[in-house]
């Protein structure tokens, strides 16, 4: 099963403001500044208003949209009770974000018809959370993530789907080659230039996808077919740490930009020693003026602990591929490869 929150920060907002329920609201930064839309009620989805639009563009879209700053601490907060009521039940739940998570019921090997009984087991989980968080939940039941995940997305909101394996094959066909997850601008482009439109136009080509797309095709064939062999992730072990900064006006100052490293890299640091951990990969991520985003990692023998260690790296980065070539819209690190802290000192020359 794979559950998924509806507008999960904008339904919390309209659950704890009744003034907001039934209007377009816009969890993000103000129109009138530099940022872009955390999340978006259904209301503003009508709009055309979704997560990562430009708030300016989101005003544009929608002018009679509510902007409400987002409240972090309260989302996460929401999140932590409501897998509190997930343990309750009996399966095993891997966290995936702050908003959803696959679950997979335990004994359902000795059921005649597992899915039915997963399916009536999401009724009541959908329930519960109704009942005492006040907030919906979409969730889709299948044989495997990657059909439970988008069953979650088929009857939003407050739905409930199940795709059984007899059904999965004429339930793709139709749908856009976006849908299978891994398939970005880039694969979707290159598919799209050999006629390769729908899930249906992969299950039946005759093409080598491996020349197209390199060793992402098998995958991408896999989940043409509705096949996923993945198995649940249930250690709780934290994968990586990142901060960024949106500038107010496109920035190439260096002075700003230093700044702006320094600040993110002393964040994360802090974060990295309350959870008594080091890293071994830094990365930084940059996107420009028109949304074009890159990022950039290394990966150190040593692991790391010390925000100046993980500014000069980030400034190595920036600088060994030239990443700042124009104004820059956003900047942030990023951390992973996450494990125990070692005491040898990483020096690397500031050469940015």
Not at 22 to 51: H, T
Not at 64 to 84: K, N, T, W
């Amino acid at each position: 099963m794979h559950i998924d929150m509806d507008a999960f920060f904008a339904s919390i907002e309209q659950r704890d403001h009744p003034e907001y329920r039934g209007k377009p609201l816009i969890v993000g930064s103000p129109p009138d500044q530099r940022g872009v839309v955390c999340a978006a009620s259904y209301e503003a989805r009508q709009f055309k208003v979704r997560s990562a639009l430009p708030s300016r563009t989101a005003a544009k879209l929608c002018p009679q949209g509510i902007f409400v700053r987002p409240r972090m601490d309260v989302y996460r907060a929401e999140s932590a009770l409501i897998m509190d009521i997930l343990h309750t039940f009996d399966l095993d739940v891997e966290r995936v974000s702050v908003d959803e998570a696959y679950l997979e019921p335990r004994n359902l090997v000795t059921q005649d018809d597992p899915l039915t009984t997963a399916a009536q087991l999401a009724t009541n989980i959908k329930q519960r959370i109704l009942d005492e968080r006040h907030l919906t939940a979409s969730i889709g039941v299948s044989t495997n993530k990657f059909l439970a995940k988008l069953g979650s997305d088929f009857q939003k909101p407050n739905g409930l789907t199940v795709i059984r394996d007899e059904d999965k094959i004429a339930l793709l066909r139709p749908l856009p080659i976006r849908s299978i997850h891994g398939v970005g601008p880039v694969t979707a482009a290159t598919l799209e230039k050999h006629q390769l439109h729908t899930i249906a136009d992969l299950q039946d080509t005759k093409l080598n996808l491996d020349l197209l797309i390199g060793s992402f095709a098998t995958t991408l064939k896999a989940r043409a077919m509705g096949e996923d062999d993945r198995p649940l992730d249930l250690s709780d072990e934290r994968k990586s740490i990142s901060a960024e900064n949106t500038f107010l006006t496109d920035t190439d100052h260096r002075p700003t930009l230093r700044a702006a490293l320094k600040e993110m890299a002393t964040d994360v640091a802090q974060t990295l020693s309350k959870h008594g951990l080091a890293a071994r990969t830094v990365q930084v991520k940059v996107r420009y003026s028109d949304f074009t985003t890159l990022t950039r990692q290394i990966r150190v023998e040593d692991s790391i602990t010390d925000p100046q260690d993980i500014y000069r790296l980030a400034c190595h980065l920036l600088a060994r591929h030239q990443l700042v070539t124009q104004p820059l819209r956003l900047i942030g690190i990023g951390l992973s490869t996450l494990v125990n802290p070692t005491r040898n000192q990483l020096v690397l020359p500031l050469d940015f």
